[in-house]
Structure formats: structure tokens, C-alpha cells
């Protein structure tokens, strides 16, 4: 028996799974129909595909909202799971479901996967037939995702950065790529059964003022250390920056990179595709604003040529989304899709060149750390500053970057900290951005900045 196989089999004998069959679920992959990979809708290339969000704690609400979104011509249906799973927090998770059930109130704020079950959970998502994609943001996934892949679902979300550094504050990260790393070889080994299944990073961050190349050399090195352990679909991905032309940037530079560094590891046979989060900051209460923020998401995600976008809803700005709303968000997000022909091709040679050479800068140090594998090297970035997330909770994140957007609302870099942003760049960063301002008035317009899609 394998070590990994070791691992596993204690993984599993949690007290609060059910009794998993090993053989029975690699039988279950192996003859699970293609319609469930969205690797495979994705080597279609028909149409970009339109993915809500969404979890409810009881199987009955879960079954109806999935209703709902396959009524609204759904492409990818989701799973968002609760937070106390996310924590591994079953117990919790058990007692909170329990309550659900036996009332008309939802005690958790998704669907508890690991006390449901995969043979429960399983008899939904195969009766829709369609894709389905995990929503969590949990540092130690291992348990969740056995459950998952055992359900029938083949698109994982997730990574050891961008599921740690903008929602926790003191998990060890280096443990955090320990059980990523057991994640990645699972997907791959199951993977080896029938169609690939599809890894996803998680490119928003923080959603707050994260600058274009922290974001894209996230998603890079969270696609090396899932490509390195054999998988072969991945998904990189972003979130609306609140500039259109810096969005068509990124987009630009994070396929043009993704596809070098797959190459660098001789992984070029792996398919990378690309995902748009529309606005994942503060949305207008004003719900018609809040409709046209959405259309001009779908957009912009035209424009960037994604495979998948990931849709929010009008209600974003007054609590948890009905899913009546999440329907609708859906339908019309479709209908969008449908009538935009003909977009422009827009190319910002300058813009480009600027954060490309930012990317390499980055990426650059990463390898050059003296440990002796990927993870290591980008631990050792991540605590030594060379990555920085602006505005995470996290103890080891350096928070010393600073950014704040020009006047044309791209997110532009005025303090650097630790990382190495070369000078050209950084003074070409600089100079789009009026920095004669005391800094009460440009702690100001950061706050302005954060919440720019509100006024």
C-alpha cells in the first residue's frame, strides 16, 4: 500500500463519514458520464460557459435551487459548502444540519457535504447530469474533497494560497501545501480513470485592491504545483478589477504566461483554461446598478476571451441570494452572451509589457529561493514578503504593498514593500497616480477605492 493510500485510509475513518468504499467510488469514476467533467465542456469550446453560486443546508433546498438554475440554462451548477466544514467542524456542521431539517430556517450558510455524504449527495448530482463545481475556501480539504470526487464532482476549486491568505488568520501555511499537495494527487490519480478532473484556483484574493501581478503569479504557482503532481486541467482565474482595459491586460498576460510556465515543466499537454469572477467587492444597494455592474461583467468577460464566468446577483448588497435571484442572474447572463458579436479586439501593448515584466520579476525570485522543491520556495516567498497580498488576514503575509488606482480606476502600485517589482516598472506605477496627496487624503481614496462600485 502506498503512503498516499495510508493517508487516505485514515483520512476517511473519520467518525463522522460514512463508510467509504474505495473500489465502489474508483468504479463510479470510471463509468461516470462525460457530461459531468467540465473538462469536457470545456474542450467543446461551444460557448463560454455561465456559473452561479450557491449552497443550501438541506438536500431538499439544494435540489430545488439546482432546479432553478438548470430551468435558467445553467452551464456549470455549484456546490458552496458551509463554513463550519470548511473548518472541519463536523460536529458543528451535524447539529446545524440536524436543526435545518427540523425547521423552515437555515442553521448553516451552505451545503454540509461531509455529513450528507457522497451516496446521498451523489443521487443529486447525477440525476441533473451536469457539472458541478465545489465553492469552499478551506485550508485542509483532504476530507471534502474524497467526499466530492466520490459524489461526482469533478471541478475543484481551491489552492494552499488562495484558500488561506484571505481567509485565515494563523493556519499554518506550511501545512496548508502539505494537504494541497495530497489534493492534487488525488485529482490526478482519479483523473487517470476517465476525462480529467478540473482544478481550480481561487483568483479574487482578497478582492480588495490586489494588483494584476500578485494575482496572476498566484494562479501561475498554484498551477505548477497542481500540474507537477499530474494534473491536467486546471483553471486560472481572476476577479473584475473595476477597469475594463486592466481586466483585457490581465487576461492577455495570465494565457500568454500560463502557457510558458506549463511549458518550463513539461506539462504543455495540460489544457489551462481561464475563469472571470464578475465584482467580487462591494455592490451597489441600489439593485438596477447592481444589474448593470452584472451586464458589464459579462461583458468584459467577452472581452477577455474566458472559458467560464462566475456570475453574482442583484441581492449581493443585502444579504444571502434567493434562488430566484441566482436564476435570473443566470438567464440573463446567457442572454447577454448570446447578443455580443462583434466585440473589439482592444490590446494595450504598453500595459502588457509592464506587467509582464512585473509577473517574470516575481516569479523570477520564487524559483531563485534556495529550498529544494516548489512549495518550499514559495513558502519561503510568501514569509519573506516576496508575495503580499494587499489586505489579508493572514499572520505571515507582510501587508507592506500598497496600491490604489489611478484616474482611469487601474489598480496601481505606490509602495512595493518586499517585492521585487523592477524599478521601470514601479516608477511607470507611480507615475499614472497623484501622489502630491498628504497621506489622511490618500488613506481617503483608498477607502474610496474599495468601495468604488457603491457610489
Known amino acids: 500500500m502506498s503512503l498516499l493510500q495510508e493517508e487516505r485510509e485514515i483520512i476517511l475513518k473519520n467518525e463522522f463519514v460514512e463508510a467509504f468504499d474505495f473500489a465502489e ?36 433546498k439544494q435540489f430545488a435551487l439546482n432546479e432553478f438554475f438548470v430551468k435558467a440554462n445553467v452551464d456549470v451548477l455549484p456546490l458552496t459548502i458551509d463554513s463550519n466544514t470548511r473548518l472541519n467542524d463536523y460536529a458543528t456542521a451535524k447539529k446545524m444540519l440536524r436543526l435545518s431539517e427540523e425547521s423552515e430556517k437555515d442553521m448553516l450558510n451552505g451545503y454540509p457535504l461531509v455529513n450528507h455524504g457522497y451516496r446521498t449527495t451523489r443521487k443529486m448530482i447525477t440525476h441533473f447530469n451536469k457539472p458541478v463545481s465545489l465553492r469552499h475556501g478551506t485550508p485542509d480539504a483532504r476530507l471534502l474533497i474524497e467526499t466530492a470526487i466520490a459524489s461526482g464532482i469533478f471541478e475543484i476549486e481551491g489552492g494552499p494560497i488562495t484558500y488561506l491568505l484571505p481567509y485565515s488568520k494563523n493556519f499554518p501555511l506550511d501545512k496548508a501545501f502539505l494537504y494541497w499537495k495530497y489534493v492534487e494527487k488525488v485529482c490526478a490519480n482519479y483523473s487517470k480513470l476517465n476525462l480529467p478532473i478540473n482544478r481550480e484556483s481561487f483568483g479574487p484574493l482578497t478582492a480588495t485592491l490586489v494588483p494584476p501581478s ?124 448570446r447578443i455580443l458579436n462583434g466585440l473589439p479586439n482592444v490590446v494595450d501593448k504598453e500595459e502588457e509589457e509592464i506587467l509582464t515584466l512585473e509577473v517574470q520579476a516575481i516569479m523570477e525570485a520564487v524559483f531563485n529561493d534556495p529550498a529544494d522543491t ?30 490604489v488606482r489611478d484616474a482611469k480606476k487601474n489598480i496601481r502600485i505606490i509602495k512595493r514593500g518586499n517585492v521585487p517589482i523592477p524599478d521601470k516598472c514601479f516608477e511607470y506605477e507611480k507615475a499614472q497616480c497623484d501622489l502630491t496627496k498628504d497621506n489622511t487624503s490618500i488613506v481617503n481614496d483608498i477607502i474610496h477605492d474599495i468601495g468604488i462600485m457603491q457610489w
Open 214 to 337: 500578485i494575482t496572476i503569479v498566484i494562479q501561475l504557482l498554484e498551477m505548477l504545483l497542481s500540474l507537477e503532481e499530474g494534473v491536467k486541467s486546471f483553471s486560472v482565474s481572476f476577479s473584475q478589477t473595476g477597469s475594463m482595459n486592466q481586466d483585457i491586460v490581465m487576461g492577455a498576460v495570465i494565457k500568454k504566461m500560463a502557457k510558458h510556465y506549463a511549458e518550463e515543466i513539461n506539462c504543455g499537454d495540460a489544457v489551462v483554461n481561464l475563469v472571470y469572477h464578475q465584482w467580487m467587492g462591494a455592490f451597489p444597494t441600489d439593485k438596477k446598478f447592481a444589474e448593470q455592474l452584472i451586464s458589464m461583467s459579462t461583458v468584459i468577460a467577452a472581452m477577455v476571451g474566458a472559458d467560464k464566468i462566475i456570475t453574482k446577483t442583484r441581492e449581493e448588497a443585502s444579504g444571502i441570494p434567493t434562488k430566484e435571484a441566482n436564476a435570473e442572474t443566470v438567464a440573463n447572463t446567457q442572454y447577454t452572451l
Open 374 to 403: 516548489l512549495w518550499r520556495k514559495v513558502f519561503n516567498s510568501i514569509k519573506n514578503g516576496i508575495i503580499d497580498v494587499p489586505f489579508s488576514p493572514h499572520i505571515i503575509n507582510h501587508n507592506e504593498m500598497i496600491t
Open 25 to 60: 467510488v474508483e468504479e463510479f469514476v470510471k463509468n461516470a458520464d462525460k457530461e459531468l467533467f467540465i473538462s469536457h465542456h470545456f474542450a467543446q469550446k461551444k460557448k463560454m460557459l455561465v456559473q452561479p453560486r450557491g449552497g443550501f443546508p438541506t438536500y431538499e
